[in-house]
Nanobody
């Protein structure tokens, strides 16, 4: 019954911006922790950004996106967002929303994920 649906992907030029959204439904839990992953052809799925709890609410980012991407969540609807600025061709990938069970920065590890969205394609051209 758990469903994660991403939207907002598309094709942009280098330096452009996109905002991805993820709607979650069918998950009964007082608190859920969410993350964004991406996978390019021929590469392993990698964590992009995630929320976790360690002495409070924290955020982890992959080094490759720090300063350019921002993860956020609507406190009312629970919608997850990924604001992507200054996009580069190496950001081209399928982006996935996920619910994870990790604590700490381990939420960037795909092995921490319980549920995946279907993915939304992001393509950045030179």
């Amino acid at each position: 019954q758990v469903q994660l649906v991403e939207s907002g992907g598309g094709s942009v030029q280098t330096g452009g911006s996109l905002r991805l959204s993820c709607e979650v439904s069918g998950y009964t839990s007082s608190t859920i922790y969410m993350a964004w992953f991406r996978q390019a052809p021929g590469k392993e799925r990698e964590g992009v950004a995630c929320f976790y709890t360690w002495f409070g609410r924290r955020v982890a980012y992959a080094d490759s996106v720090k300063g350019r991407f921002t993860i956020s969540q609507d406190n009312v609807k629970g919608t997850l967002y990924l604001q992507m600025n200054s996009l580069k061709p190496e950001d081209t990938a399928m982006y996935y929303c996920a619910i994870h069970r990790a604590n700490g920065g381990g939420c960037l590890d795909a092995n921490s994920v319980r549920d995946w969205g279907q993915g939304t394609q992001v393509t950045v051209s030179s």
